[in-house]
């Protein structure tokens, strides 16, 4: 029996080991390719014989990928700090509906640049929480909603105020995700095969930070999917 549990013991302490070298690979990996590129660009510019046009494109690049490492370096940041926890940081009692409706109006501008129409049904809700945290999660659910919806497209949010829950969903009528890849996207720097997916900016760590935060509240987040018609994320957060 002391044997069978010290295998399993080291078996745990293999798998965790395993987990953080490819952790730290696909860090380095992620990092790795924008600083190659602000490099390559920086020796570019200082050819002294650019046209104005060259020189402009080049330090545009410079600024993008400085960007990319500056948002992925936050987001693991967040989520280093989300797997030290065991509940809410701040917990204070607020009102969700208008936290949510003020993250819509933030980005209206967005929406308007890709042409995008956004319905939304909001109950009232009065919920006790980490308003910091929860912050992040409609912040990275509507922005993939938005991401992997071609111009034009449909984005439906709704808070239902239910006995002991609310439950906020996003659906979009976007890329969508393959069935196969479905239980994959809420791990640390997974993101879909797809060619336009991969075309698309992105860390993979979005959904991780989602599920974290809505694992700290009590709550929980599910996704169905079809591919080519759309996604929904679905959140339900216990309110008692
Ligand atoms: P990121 O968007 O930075 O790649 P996320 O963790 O937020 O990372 O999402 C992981 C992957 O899940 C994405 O790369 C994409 O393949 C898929 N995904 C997430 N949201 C959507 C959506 N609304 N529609 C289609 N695919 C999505």
Redesign the pocket.
């Known amino acids: 029996q002391l044997a069978k549990s010290f295998q399993t013991m080291v078996h745990k302490l293999d798998e965790n080991d395993r987990i953080r070298k490819e952790f730290i690979s696909d860090v380095s990996h992620d990092f790795q390719s924008p600083l190659l590129n602000i490099k390559g660009y920086a020796e570019l510019l200082m050819n002294s014989d650019l046209a104005e046009q060259e020189r402009t494109s080049y330090a545009k690049v410079i600024q993008n990928e400085t960007e990319r490492l500056s948002s992925l370096t936050k987001q693991l940041l967040l989520l280093t700090s989300l797997d030290q926890l065991t509940a809410p940081l701040e917990v204070k009692l607020f009102r969700l509906d208008v936290q949510l409706k003020e993250i819509i109006r933030r980005n209206r501008w967005l929406l308007e640049e890709k042409g995008m129409s956004l319905t939304m049904d909001i109950d009232e809700v009065e919920f006790r929480g980490d308003p910091a945290f929860l912050e992040k999660v409609w912040e990275?659910?509507l922005?993939?909603?938005l991401?992997?919806?071609e111009n034009d497209g449909l984005i439906d949010i709704d808070l239902v105020k239910e006995k002991d829950h609310a439950v906020i969903s996003?659906r979009?009528n976007?890329?969508?995700?393959e069935d196969k890849?479905l239980t994959r996207?809420?791990d640390r720097f997974?993101?879909?095969d797809?060619s336009r997916?991969q075309e698309?900016?992105?860390?993979?760590?979005?959904?991780?930070?989602?599920q974290q935060v809505v694992r700290l509240h009590g709550g929980m987040v599910e996704?169905v999917?079809n591919k080519g018609i759309?996604?929904t994320?679905v959140v339900k957060l216990p309110t008692m």
């Not at 976007?174 to 995700?177: A, C, E, H, K, L």
């Not at 698309?200 to 989602?210: M, N, P």
Request: glycine letters at 18%; a negative charge.
């Open positions: 990275n659910l922005s993939n909603a991401k992997y919806t996003f979009d976007g890329i969508g995700i890849e996207v809420f997974y993101r879909a797809d997916t698309i900016g992105g860390t993979g760590l979005g959904l991780s930070i989602v996704v999917s759309g996604t994320f």
